[in-house]
Each structure stands twice: as C-alpha cells, then as structure tokens.
C-alpha cells in the first residue's frame, strides 16, 4: 500500500507499508515482517484520528533528516516519561546522547507559557522540537525562553531546504 502526503506546502512524500496480503507472503517465504514507522506512528499517535498525516508525515521528516547529519532515530520511543509528555521522536547522537523531541506542525498553537516544554524539560533537562518553519520555530523559542527552559531547536523548512542544497548541515539550528 502506499500514500503520497504534502507537508509545508512545498514537499511531498510517498509513504509505502506492506498490506495484510503482503505481510502473509513475506512470513511465508520466512522473511522478517517488521513494523514500519508509518505504522508505528498510525498505531501509537494517530490511533484513527483524521487530520494526522501532516504530523505523521512531518515525523518520519524529521527522522530521515536527522539520520543524513548522522544520528540514530526514531519514532514514537518507548519510556518512563512523565505525565503529560509523549515525545513524537528520539534522536541520538554519535557520542549516544539522546533527546526526546516533539515534532510540530501547527503554526499558531500557543502553549501556555511553556507549559509543554516544561514537561519535556522534567524529563530531559531541556526542551527539543522541529518547527514547521523558521517563524515558528522562533515563536516556540520565545515560549520557552520566557519560561526560562533550556533547549534546542530546528525546522524541517530549513533542513529541507539545506539538504536539497547539498549542504545540509547541524540538525539543531539552535540552543539556548
């Protein structure tokens, strides 16, 4: 099966995932069927609400970009995490530091004073997000400087922008 979804107006991507048919044949010829990230992001994050493909696509996004500047990553992690925080992402580096990271897609969503990093930042010590934008990305810095949170932050317009240059650059645009 495969979908083709648009994001920041500019991008699209074609997103493929075995069907029930093809997840049978595969184990019938013995072949390890794994779950996809797409189906992992259906599963853990969309769990069949409409609207989500711009996240889910925006996600596998960030992850793809981070993996080009050299990083593990992944989609909807596992863990311990404190109430109210479900990161959408883990990104770890090559010395094995990892952050938890919160994709966005929305471009006008106020947070309460920093009410969601501040939850990100009892979990890690500081705050980790992919804008949509630059503009964004700017305003959410903005929230968690005047909460006084700690953090870093990128921009999937920047790094696809960067990449499709040949340049692509730190995965964190900046840190606070």
Not at 65 to 73: D, I, K, P
Not at 132 to 158: F, V, W
Request: glycine content about 8%; overall charge positive.
């Amino acid at each position: 099966y495969s979908k083709t979804l648009s994001f920041l107006r500019v991008s699209k991507a074609r997103l493929v995932r075995l069907t029930a048919r093809g997840i049978g044949l595969a184990r019938r010829c013995h072949w390890l069927v794994m779950e996809s990230e797409w189906d992992r992001m259906r599963r853990l994050h969309e769990m069949g609400k409409s609207g989500e493909d711009g996240h889910t696509l925006a996600t596998l996004a960030f992850t793809f970009q981070a993996r080009l500047r050299g990083f593990s990553a992944g989609v909807m992690p596992q863990g311990n995490f404190v109430q109210h925080f479900a990161p959408d992402a883990i990104v770890v580096d090559e010395d094995g530091s990892l952050a938890y990271v919160e994709v966005e897609t929305d471009t006008d969503k106020d947070y309460g004073k920093g009410s969601k990093w501040q939850n990100m930042v009892k979990q890690q010590r500081f705050a980790a997000f992919c804008a949509p934008n630059l503009i964004r990305r700017k305003e959410m810095i903005s929230e968690c400087y005047n909460a006084h949170l700690h953090g870093r932050a990128t921009d999937l317009e920047t790094l696809i922008k960067a990449w499709r240059a040949g340049d692509p650059g730190p995965l964190w645009r900046e840190e606070w």
